[in-house]
């Protein structure tokens, strides 16, 4: 039964990753092309990730940010400027060579990222303090040349917004990274109701050229992390590599510090694997594209239909509410919209009409219950926030379920078999150790948290004094 | 003094291109890249944008359609599947050949526009009429290898947006491309201030592939026509190539019939030539960044700068409002603003608060109001709105003042020396005439416009009968 009712989904336990792909091909998120690791993105995908791109883009105007957009391609000679930069991205990158009929001379990067164009610009537009601080965002498409690709989570090419600041001092860069790592994390909580683990990379995970990484780092259902967001501090790496100096107000020159930070399509992979079930998604309210999906009852009955669209209508004013006025039949319409994760269905049919009620059903956890239609523009919205913190309570007891310590590699290996997710367990912090326990379990360091805690005093690894506690785990 | 009041920019009857570059410089709106034939957009040139695809992308959805995203690339075997389409094409686009260490097997365009794309995708998702019609949009950047390039109007890479719809019947398809050529008809000239002449493409100018192509056609403040907007009907053509077919209600295969429609960042140059002056960009205020521009005079005095902010608080409920409280003069400022075209100067300093009143200064008339404080709630979007109007009553006169009409070659060529602008000249049809004109006097069909008048009843060119009016004009 449950196979006819999801439509030939595979069962989450049974297999992840198939029923990953199942869900974003079945729930319409998005379709294969004949580009090469490349995705479409269809209407229901793309609806998603333009109401998180509102949330998020209201947050970053809210932190005084503006919007820009930087060229697609970079010469070569541009990307490589700063050394640590060009050494990480040069090998995953698209090249174009040829330009109409012509040959290019100087061959042309595919971005893979911008920091080297708003480096090159920043150049040309900061010359005093009174410039300063410039905070640029943009909402941009980028290109990597990944080897082995999955939709959402690795894609030759995907949508972000990258944000590239300079500052005139190194403190105001450090603000500005951890403000807009924050921006990140609260997008997730509030908005896509997953907790994140804030923290620092690990200068073997950190991003190419930047001083420090930052991270907002996710667990999915079946245990292996994702990072969801990242923020970088640049110091004045870039600068220097650019000249990008002011004049402070002694006269003298200084070179400005600079930050990015940047949150991609990436993130949809996330909400999937966070809070899917074996009926398909599971879209948090706030961000779902149809908060309300109606299914008339007897729609051919006369009258039905009438005030099926007039309730919606009304109810237009509390939520984003969607009608299935097709032909098809009411028991099809629910699975379709299990599967899509609409937070809610609303079912009213002539006997409900006659009664002056209708049924809701929630989708996270299949509850269905009976209310009056004068009492929906309070009971929908009411229901909605219900669903939005029960989402994250269930994501947040998750993690917590799936997050263990170890105190030796012995510990580690057998918590990381027993109950995959994160590890917590201390690091000596020489990259050695951190090698180690990458090649030995396939597990890599996913940040060391703000929020420490001292759950030993020796390194798992090589049992030396360690003072940092680092959440390890497998990841995507 | 003119010179230093507009920070030397160019005038625009001494040289109008070295003018436009000027302003777009000058007011921010672009900044030049390392970059061969792209440019950046600044924040203010991309909040302008902005607001343009807000206007549109509301008007796209309430029509039905839904956005998507499609790939960056497009494998060459796919861009020759329909053959006009490449021959169009193919001389213009940018190749991807190598992706990190490997060289490609299959050379990648860098999408020019992605028509082909959606096609792929609608053989893959159309199968039955109820899948039709299939209305989808996107937001994207294209590129095209241009030989000569200028900020907005032609660009390497530039931002649109591309429609892209497949219907039952020929009909349906046709009722669709004259609906969007409307949408855009309705954005430039309730929200642009710009008169359009709307109409159809002659067979030489018309869109590789299409079967039809209809524009909307602007004139800016030199002469020169702008094509600002362009629908297409493709017929079967994709369809066919493509071998997209659904099954009827009779369940008979037949194939689709398919639109695309496209807006792109060009439409900002000509906001720019058709409403800026002297004194630089003159920006209608339904789309302005800000509409309101405070200028606090006097700042230093005591209560100046608190009075200010609360007033821009107040205000902000009823418009877009910024302020300056630099250090800068107000003379200073009051350039700026100017250049930067904001459609109204707030002046307020110590006697006006004494006072209860402040100084309205109109950027479009110069004019200087002094109102009541109490009265701006009403007074500023009653200003916004004569200016709204103003602007585009006044780009309409301009339009009509250029317009001409000429009746053989000789006159054709003295209207067109006289007052440069549109001509409104009758043709046979036949494209050796449409060749001859461009020729000798660099001059281009417009189009065949929907408001057809009989101003003769011979060929401006070759004498023969002629039936068809079009519009010729000298073209960005
Ligand atoms: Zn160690
Ligand atoms: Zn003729």
Not at 136 to 150: F, G, H, L, P
Not at 228 to 236: I, L, R, V, Y
Not at 293 to 301: D, G, S, T
């Amino acid at each position: 039964m449950a196979k006819e009712f999801v439509k030939d989904v595979t069962s989450m336990d049974e297999d992840f990753a198939q029923w990953y792909t199942d869900v974003v091909l079945k729930a319409e998120l998005v379709d294969y092309s004949s580009v090469r690791g490349s995705m479409i993105i269809r209407p229901y995908g793309y609806a998603l990730w333009e109401n998180i791109q509102k949330a998020l883009d209201g947050e970053i105007k809210r932190t005084g940010h503006e919007n820009v957009y930087m060229p697609l391609f970079i010469p070569e000679s541009l990307l490589q400027k700063e050394k640590d930069h060009v050494e990480g991205f040069a090998p995953e990158v698209a090249w174009v060579t040829q330009g109409g009929d012509e040959k290019l001379a100087e061959r042309l990067v595919v971005r893979p990222t911008s920091e080297v164009l708003f480096a090159e610009h920043y150049k040309n537009i900061i010359h005093s303090y009174r410039d300063l601080p410039k905070l640029y965002n943009q909402w941009a498409n980028v290109v990597r040349w990944e080897k082995t690709t999955r939709p959402f989570l690795r894609t030759t090419e995907f949508l972000w917004q990258e944000g590239h600041t300079a500052h005139a001092t190194d403190e105001d860069a450090m603000e500005e990274t951890l403000r807009m790592l924050n921006v990140y994390a609260y997008i997730c909580e509030e908005f896509l109701a997953i907790p994140v683990v804030k923290g620092q990379k690990t200068e073997k995970e950190k991003f190419s050229g930047a001083k420090a990484t930052f991270t907002i780092e996710t667990l999915m259902h079946d245990g292996k992390a994702l990072q969801s967001g990242t923020s970088h501090h640049f110091g004045d790496g870039f600068a220097r590599a650019f000249g990008i100096q002011y004049s402070d107000k002694n006269g003298e020159l200084q070179y400005v510090h600079q930050t990015s930070w940047g949150f991609t399509t990436r993130i949809i992979g996330a909400i999937i694997m966070v809070h899917g079930d074996d009926r398909g998604l599971v879209i948090p309210p706030r961000i779902a594209p149809t908060q309300v999906m109606m299914v008339p009852i007897a729609q051919h009955k006369e009258g039905v239909l009438d005030y099926a669209y007039d309730l919606k209508e009304r109810l237009s004013s509390v939520a984003r509410v969607g009608i299935d006025a097709s032909d098809k039949k009411p028991g099809w319409k629910f699975n379709e919209y299990e599967m899509k994760g609409v937070p809610l269905r609303l079912e009213v049919g002539p006997k409900d009409i006659e009664n002056g009620q209708v049924i809701l059903a929630r989708r996270d956890t299949g509850e269905k219950v009976t209310v009056p239609v004068d009492e929906l523009e309070t009971r929908i919205p009411e229901l909605l926030e219900e669903i939005q913190s029960n989402l994250f309570n269930k994501a947040l007891n998750h993690r917590e379920e799936k997050t263990s310590v170890a105190r030796n590699l012995e510990e580690f290996g057998e918590k990381l078999e027993s109950n995959p997710g994160f590890i917590k367990a201390m690091w000596c912090e020489d990259q050695a150790c951190e090698d180690k326990i990458k090649e030995e379990f396939s597990a890599t360091s996913r940040c060391i948290p703000f929020e420490q805690e001292k759950v030993g005093d020796t390194c798992i690894c090589c049992g030396k004094p360690a003072e940092k506690m680092v959440y390890w785990a497998k990841a995507y």
